[in-house]
């Protein structure tokens, strides 16, 4: 137990942990790091699973025009931007917006990415964005917010074609931590909260490609062990429901 202490205090000391404001306000302390650290998280995830294959879907996306906005929402220091900017074709196609609540993740995108890319300090949680967007990506950030519920609701308020969610859960290794991840909490889902999800955002669309990465080891001793979830939505297109007296199309 006292090593365990340790270990939180250790953790806590980081400044890693997501901290929720009384106005509801949540910013991941990490990205508040010097330049050269979060230089070292971009290079070191440029080839991130599944922002790779959301990239790959939405290259050969039909829905889409040879032009089109997309809207990253916590976009860190810039992986997916630095992504985009190499990738043979689509660097040419997306006019990108990246938003975020650090300042330092904020600046370091704003002086190395050139072009049609712009970044901006917006919470979600708490203001409007006022322009609709082709693509709408949220990476990596519902499993840190409380009433993340309430977030997909107003970026689905936007009327994207495609909506994506990129997501961590944990593979529960300890009976303590087999409890349904509570959505009115700040901490990462677990895995058994996935069907949850998957039933919520299925109830958006009937067009929802789902690719599950499978269980990977984990360095962090609150949880060992955890799976990296995507979800892509097809949102533009009608939706064909099953009746009593057969197909309908909406």
Known sequence: MRAQAGRLRQWLRTGLLPRLSPDRQVRYLGWDAPAESLDETVNKHLDHPAKALALDWLEREPLLTEKFTLLDIGCGPGVLAAMIEQHPTLKNRISYTGID?????????????QGDFRFLKINLQTEQIPERYDVVMISEV????????????????LKPRVFVLTTFGVI?????????WNEKHQAYMNSYSFARLYEYLRGKTNQIWVADFGTQDFTRYWFP???LLVFYLRLAEKRTLWAQQGWVTQ
Not at 102 to 109: D, G, I, K, V
Not at 142 to 156: A, D, F, G, K, N
Request: with cysteine.
């Open 101 to 113: 609540q650090s300042e330092p993740a904020l600046e370091r995108c704003r002086m190395t990415y």
């Open 142 to 157: 519902i499993e840190h917010l409380p009433y993340y519920r309430e977030v997909i609701e107003s970026t689905l308020a």
């Open 172 to 180: 529960p290794g300890l009976r303590r931590d087999r409890l349904r």
């Open 225 to 227: 062990r955890k799976t």
